[in-house]
């Protein structure tokens, strides 16, 4: 079952990320939520406020952590190996569901797709620098790496949702699914992330 991020986090006396509390006791919810779950259900994707809250939790638990390497689980799962000398995280990466720290072991694929190949090339052995909520959406950003050689693994938790890596620009070098964005912008290698079409 996929823990809400807020409530592991409050399960452990943890403070939400800023406003998280105001939100709170207003009633106010997030934007961009996942759909409710059916009573007798498990919840199975994450709302705004889990990814907020989750982004802000695996921020310090894997900052300053090395990405030792990426596998592919299925065709649109990834499992991120970060790495420290005496130190190791798994993250998972569902498009369009989840990523969260795993402990249980994972069957990987025995030959990496081209897509995860690519995630290789441009961020193994770079240090996790971020781990940020796009504005108020349903969007994660991995920042790997310094200066120049900066690369972003920008993860889409919502729809069919998509894997997209970018340089320190945001520019498009790989993604795992082409398709809209929206109803006007289109995901393309060579072209601009559209994080103007965030919501804020």
Request: charged share 25%; glycine share 8%; hydrophobic share 35%.
């Amino acid at each position: 079952r996929l823990l809400g991020a807020c409530g592991w986090r409050l399960a452990h006396g943890a403070p939400g990320p800023p406003g998280f509390s105001e939100r709170l006791s207003e009633g106010h919810p997030p934007r961009g939520p996942a759909p409710a779950p059916q009573p007798g259900t498990m919840k199975t994707r994450m709302s705004s406020l889990d990814i907020s809250c989750m982004a802000a939790v695996l921020e310090r638990q894997a900052r300053g952590y090395r990405i030792a390497n990426i596998y592919d689980l299925d065709a649109r799962t990834y499992l991120l190996k970060l790495a420290k000398p005496d130190s190791k995280i798994f993250v998972v990466v569902e498009s369009g569901v989840r990523f969260h720290v795993t402990e249980f072991a994972r069957e990987k694929g025995s030959v990496p797709s081209l897509f995860a190949l690519k995630l290789r090339k441009h961020v193994r052995t770079k240090r996790v620098e971020a781990v940020t909520q796009l504005g108020d959406d349903r969007i994660v950003d991995f920042t790997c790496g310094s200066g120049e050689a900066t690369c972003h693994i920008i993860c889409e938790l919502y729809g069919t949702g998509n894997v997209v890596l970018t340089d320190a620009d945001y520019t498009i070098l790989s993604l795992l699914r082409h398709g809209k964005h929206d109803d006007d912008v289109r995901l393309r290698p060579k072209e601009p992330y559209p994080r103007h079409a965030v919501r804020e």
